[in-house]
C-alpha cells in the first residue's frame, strides 16, 4: 500500500534527542489585545504600582512579542483610584470617571518605561490629548505601529465617562482586527458560575458562548464591552495573571482559563 505523503513526513521527520528541546510551535494569534486590570500592577500593595510587578509583566509581553506576535494592551486604573476613593466620594460620575482615566495613563507611562528597559520599542496613545507624554489615538497609526514591530499601549479608556476600560478594550480590539482578547485576572483561573470568593464551590467554565454568558449574568467584563466582542466574533481568553507562562501558552494555542466565543 502507499504511504501518505503526511505520514512520510511525520516519520522522516528528525525527533529530538535527549536533552534537546521541541522547537516551539508557531503563534496561534498574530495580533491580540491584551487587558489589564490597574490591580494587575499594584502587587501586595493596598494601592499604587508595583515596580517588581510592572517588570515582571514587561518581561511576559516582551517574550510573547518576540516571538513575532503583534501586541496592543489597554490598562485599567483602580490601583491608582483606588487610593482617590475617599476624595472622589460624593462626586460627580463624569468627573470621577475622568480622574480614572488620567490613572491608566500613569499606568501605561510605567509599563512604557519597564517594556523599553527590556528592549522593546513602546507607543502610549491616549483618548484624551496630553500630547507632552502620549500620542493621541488614531486608528491608523495604532495599526502601523503594530505593523512596524511596535507595542501599543492605550491610554484614558474611551476618552468617555461612563465607559470602563473593558469596553475600551473591546472597542480597540475590533477597530484593530485583533485576533483575540486577552482578559487578564488576578488571582481568578477564569469564569466562574459565581463569584469564588463568595462560593468556594463556584464551578469554573472552561468554555461558553458569549450568549450563554450574558443570559448566565455571568462576571467576564462589563455588559457593554460583552456585547461589542459578541457582535464582532470577538474571542476572549480569561485567564489568571499570577502564571507568568499563561500569556506564552496562550499564544501556543494551548487551552488556558476559560475560553469564550460565539
Do not use: W
Not at 79 to 104: H, K, S, V
Not at 188 to 198: F, K, T
Not at 211 to 220: C, H, M, N
Amino acid at each position: 500500500m502507499g504511504v501518505s505523503a503526511e505520514h512520510e513526513a511525520a516519520t522522516t521527520a528528525p525527533t529530538p534527542q535527549a536533552g534537546e528541546q521541541s522547537p516551539t510551535p508557531p503563534p496561534t494569534f498574530r495580533r491580540i489585545l491584551l487587558k489589564l486590570s490597574g490591580e494587575a500592577l499594584m502587587g501586595e500593595l493596598d494601592y499604587g504600582t508595583d515596580p517588581d510587578r510592572v517588570q515582571a509583566i514587561a518581561a511576559e509581553v516582551a517574550a510573547v512579542h518576540n516571538r513575532g506576535v503583534e501586541v496592543a494592551i489597554v490598562v485599567g486604573g483602580g490601583n491608582i483610584y483606588r487610593g482617590l476613593a475617599e476624595a472622589a466620594r460624593g462626586m460627580d460620575r463624569a468627573t470621577g470617571d475622568y480622574m480614572g482615566m488620567l490613572a491608566t495613563v500613569l499606568n501605561a507611562l510605567a509599563l512604557q518605561d519597564a517594556l523599553e528597559k527590556a528592549g522593546i520599542a513602546t507607543r502610549v496613545q491616549s483618548a484624551i490629548t496630553i500630547s507632552e507624554v502620549a500620542e493621541p489615538y488614531i486608528r491608523r497609526r495604532a495599526m502601523r505601529h503594530l505593523e512596524k514591530r511596535r507595542i501599543v499601549i492605550f491610554a484614558a479608556g474611551t476618552g468617555n465617562p461612563f465607559f470602563t476600560t473593558d469596553t475600551a478594550a473591546a472597542l480597540r480590539a475590533a477597530e484593530l482586527h485583533a485576533d483575540v482578547v486577552l482578559m487578564a485576572k488576578n488571582g481568578v483561573e477564569g469564569v466562574y458560575s459565581e463569584d469564588p470568593a463568595i462560593n468556594p464551590d463556584a464551578e469554573f467554565i472552561p468554555e461558553i458562548t458569549h450568549k450563554d454568558a450574558l443570559t448566565r449574568g455571568l462576571a467576564v467584563m462589563d455588559s457593554t464591552a460583552f456585547a461589542l466582542c459578541m457582535d464582532n466574533n470577538l474571542p476572549i481568553v480569561v485567564f489568571n495573571m499570577a502564571d507568568a507562562r499563561n500569556i506564552d501558552k496562550i499564544v501556543s494555542g494551548a487551552r488556558v482559563g476559560t475560553l469564550v466565543k460565539t
